[in-house]
C-alpha cells in the first residue's frame, strides 16, 4: 500500500499547487469567478464534465450497477442527457449573457424583481450539494488511510477549500483538468477492462446474474422518468453547471465543448454500472452497494493501480466539491450579499426603470473585489465543513434541495428564455407555488417520494402562464436590453485574448 498512498499524496500536494499557481492568473473578478470568459475547448469540455460527474456518478453510479445492473446508468445517463440538451439549445444564448449567476438572469429578463428570492434557493442547493461532497470524503479516506470521519472530512475540505480560495475558477479550472484525466485514466482505461476479466467478461455476467440485470428499464420506468426529471432538468438550472457555461469564450466553445462533455458522460455512465454489474458476480454479498466500488478496487487492481483509481475516486469527490462550493460563495456574495448591503430602493435602475444595468466592465473588478470573493468561498468552505460534521446522513437533504431547485426555478428560467410573454410576477408565482407544493408533499409523502417533483412542476407551469398572462407584459424596454444582450456578438468580442485551452 505505500505505493498506493504515495500516488494519493503527490495527487492531493499537486491539487494545492494549482491552487497556487492559479492564484497568480486570478487578478480580476471575471478572472476569479468564470476564468477570464477565455477557455477553448479542451478545458472547457474537460471541466464541465469534471463538475457533474462527482462522488454520486462514480461511487453511486457503480452502486447502482451493482444493485440493478446496467439500468444503473440511467442515473449518469441522465445528467449526460441534460447537459446535452443544456449544450445544444441553451448554453450559446446563456454565454452571451456575460452575467455570473442565474439569478442576474432572472434579473435581466424580468427587471430585477425575481432576483434575491432564486438566490436563496440557489445558494441552499449549492450549500447542499458542497456538504454531501464533503461527506464523501469520509468514505474514501477511510478506505485509503484509515482515518475517523472527522479527520477525512477536515483534511478532504481543508485542501478543496485551500485551493479554491487561492485561485478561484482558474484554480479549479486547472485541477478539474487533472481531475478528469485521472478519471479517464483510473476508471475507463483500468479499472472497467479490469473488472470484467476478473469476473469472467459479459458471457459469465449473463450466466450468473438474473435477466432483470440487463433491461434497459430493470431499475424501473418511473424512477427513470424521476431521474430525467430532477438530474437531466437540474443540469439545465444549476449555479454550478451555468458558472462553468460562462467560462466559454464563445458560443462555439459552449456548445460543442458541452456536447463532448455530455458524450463522455454517457459513456461514463455505461461503464460505471459494468463496473457495478462484475463487482456483483464477484462479491454477491456486500453489506452496501455502495461498498462496490471501494472493493473491487482494493481487491481487483495490483498496487499502484490501485491508488491511482482511489485518486481517481476522490478527484470526482474534489471537482463537484469545489464547483459546489465556487457557486455557492459566487451566490451569497452576488445576490444574496450585495443585494442585503446596497438595499433594494438604491439599486440602479436599467431600461425601463426595472431591468438592472449592465455589469461592471472588467477592468473595474480589482483586487478588492476578487479579495470580497475569496473571503466568501473561504466562510462557504468552513460553513460546508461544520455542516459535514454535524451531518450523517443527507441523501434526503440533497433530494430536498433538487426538488425545490427544480420545482422552483425551472419554469421560470426556461419561460424566459423561450416565451417573451411570462413575466417577473408569474416568475414569482412559480417559484412560490412550485417550491411551496414540493415542499408540502415532500412533507406528506416522504422527501424520497416521486410525487413532490412531479406535482411541482405542474403547479409551477400552472401559476407561470396564468399569473403572466393575467398581469401587465414585461416592459418593453426590458425585453429590448434582453433580445440585445442574447443576440449574437462578433467573433473578435466574443472572448478575451488568452490562454485557449486547446
Not at 479550472?173 to 472497467?192: A, E, S
Not at 459469465?204 to 430525467?228: E, R
Amino acid at each position: 500500500m505505500a505505493v498506493d498512498y504515495a500516488v494519493i499524496v503527490l495527487y492531493l500536494a499537486g491539487m494545492l499547487a494549482m491552487g497556487w499557481w492559479g492564484m497568480r492568473r486570478a487578478t480580476s473578478k471575471s478572472d476569479f469567478l468564470v476564468a477570464g470568459r477565455r477557455l477553448g475547448p479542451a478545458m472547457y469540455s474537460g471541466t464541465m464534465a469534471a463538475i457533474v460527474l462527482g462522488g454520486a456518478s462514480t461511487i453511486g453510479g457503480v452502486g447502482l450497477g451493482y444493485q440493478y445492473g446496467l439500468s444503473g446508468a440511467w442515473m449518469v445517463f441522465a445528467i449526460g442527457l441534460g447537459l446535452l440538451g443544456l449544450s445544444v439549445f441553451f448554453s450559446a444564448r446563456i454565454a452571451r449573457l456575460k452575467v455570473y449567476t442565474v439569478s442576474e438572469m432572472l434579473d435581466l429578463r424580468y427587471g430585477g424583481a425575481a432576483g434575491i428570492i432564486s438566490g436563496v434557493v440557489m445558494w441552499a442547493y449549492t450549500l447542499m450539494l458542497a456538504v454531501t461532497s464533503t461527506l464523501a470524503y469520509a468514505t474514501i479516506f477511510d478506505v485509503l488511510f484509515g482515518l475517523d470521519r472527522t479527520l477525512a472530512i477536515v483534511l478532504g475540505g481543508a485542501i478543496v477549500v485551500a485551493y479554491s480560495t487561492l485561485g478561484g475558477m482558474w484554480s479549479i479550472t486547472l485541477t478539474d483538468m487533472v481531475q478528469f484525466v485521472v478519471k479517464t485514466i483510473g476508471v475507463l482505461v483500468l479499472l472497467l477492462p479490469l473488472a470484467l476479466v476478473k469476473a469472467g467478461g459479459f458471457a459469465q455476467l449473463k450466466a450468473q446474474l438474473p435477466s432483470d440485470y440487463f433491461a434497459p428499464l430493470g431499475i424501473g420506468g418511473q424512477t427513470v422518468f424521476t431521474y430525467v426529471l430532477i438530474y437531466s432538468f437540474g443540469m439545465l438550472i444549476g449555479q454550478d453547471i451555468w458558472q462553468r457555461v460562462f467560462t466559454a469564450r464563445s458560443d462555439r466553445v459552449a456548445r460543442l465543448g458541452g456536447t463532448a462533455a455530455g458524450t463522455y458522460c454517457l459513456v461514463y455512465a455505461v461503464a460505471g454500472a459494468v463496473i457495478g454489474t462484475a463487482a456483483k458476480v464477484l462479491y454477491p454479498h456486500l453489506g452496501s452497494p455502495d461498498d462496490a466500488f471501494a472493493t473491487i478496487v482494493k481487491d481487483a487492481l495490483p498496487v499502484g493501480v490501485r491508488g491511482l483509481v482511489l485518486a481517481a475516486a476522490l478527484s470526482a469527490v474534489m471537482s463537484t466539491s469545489s464547483g459546489a462550493l465556487i457557486a455557492c460563495a459566487t451566490v451569497a456574495n452576488n445576490d444574496i450579499w450585495a443585494r442585503v448591503r446596497r438595499g433594494a430602493g438604491r439599486r440602479p435602475a436599467g431600461p425601463g426603470g426595472a431591468a438592472p444595468e449592465e455589469p461592471a466592465p472588467e477592468a473595474s473588478a480589482g483586487h478588492d473585489e476578487v479579495r470580497g470573493n475569496r473571503l466568501f468561498i473561504l466562510l462557504m468552505g468552513v460553513a460546508v465543513i461544520v455542516i459535514a460534521l454535524a451531518l450523517n446522513d443527507v441523501v434526503e437533504a440533497l433530494t430536498l434541495a433538487y426538488n425545490v431547485l427544480v420545482g422552483g426555478l425551472l419554469v421560470p428560467i426556461l419561460g424566459g428564455l423561450l416565451w417573451k410573454r411570462g413575466n417577473a410576477a408569474g416568475a414569482l408565482a412559480a417559484i412560490g407555488v412550485g417550491g411551496v407544493t414540493v415542499v408540502g408533499l415532500m412533507v406528506a409523502l416522504g422527501v424520497l417520494a416521486n410525487e413532490p417533483i412531479y406535482y411541482g412542476l405542474l403547479a409551477s407551469l400552472v401559476a407561470y402562464v396564468a399569473v403572466s398572462l393575467a398581469t401587465r407584459p414585461t416592459d418593453a424596454a426590458v425585453l429590448t436590453a434582453w433580445r440585445e444582450r442574447l443576440g449574437p456578438r462578433p467573433a473578435a468580442v466574443a472572448g478575451a485574448p488568452g490562454p485557449a485551452g486547446d
